[in-house]
């Protein structure tokens, strides 16, 4: 059934009558898109420039810091969930990576409050649920000692701790009934 809505048989898979997505990122940009003469502004549409900057930070977050950062996730929150053993090595490894995508981002962060612009937007958003979980591991401390990195996670986890803490539990809900 996933396989006819979603050819790579991966969740997440969106519709909306006509529209029917894939890829986590094309389906936050979409509901932002939708949905954005209201709320928060999650977009940068003010200009060309504002735009390609946002969309440049969306692949850095996709292709730099995501490949780590789910390994890390993966290794060290989901896989104690079904009984696994976390691989340290593989964790050391991927924590190496993610400090030199970190110290990029501190660099970042002392130019601009927010990665993308000095608003919060999608780019900040896209980083929140393996920060979150990072942040219950002994990564954090990656996190923690670069000054602007550590303000940065305060600001945007603070946003919006209320809403992961209930995604959370949906996620643990699912595991345990699977
Ligand atoms: N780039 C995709 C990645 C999707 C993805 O990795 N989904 C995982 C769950 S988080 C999945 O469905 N894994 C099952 C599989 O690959 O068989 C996105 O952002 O939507």
């Known amino acids: 059934m996933l ?14 009558e006509n529209v029917k997505l894939f890829e986590s990122r094309a389906i936050t940009q979409y509901i932002a898109y939708l949905h954005s003469a209201r709320g928060t502004q999650l977009l940068s549409l003010e200009s060309e420039e504002t735009l390609a900057t946002l969309t440049m930070w969306m692949e850095i977050e996709a292709h730099q810091f995501d490949p780590f950062a789910s390994r890390l996730t993966w290794e060290q929150v989901i896989k104690p969930l079904y009984g696994l053993e976390t691989d340290h090595t593989v964790v050391k490894e991927n924590e190496a990576g993610l400090e030199q995508v ?21 780019v900040d958003l ?21 000054p602007r990195v550590r303000m940065w996670v305060d600001e945007i986890t603070s946003k919006n701790r209320r ?16």
Do not use: W
């Open 163 to 178: 809403h992961l803490l209930s995604f959370h539990q949906f996620l643990q809900d699912i595991i345990q009934n699977l």
């Open 126 to 146: 896209h980083h929140l649920p393996n920060i979150q979980y990072l942040l219950e591991t002994p990564t954090k401390g990656l996190l923690e000692n670069r």
């Open 102 to 122: 970190l110290n990029v981002y501190e660099k970042r962060l002392g130019e601009s409050r927010f990665l993308a612009c000095n608003t919060f937007t999608l």
């Open 3 to 16: 396989l006819l809505m979603q050819p790579f048989g991966q969740v997440p898979v969106f519709e909306d």
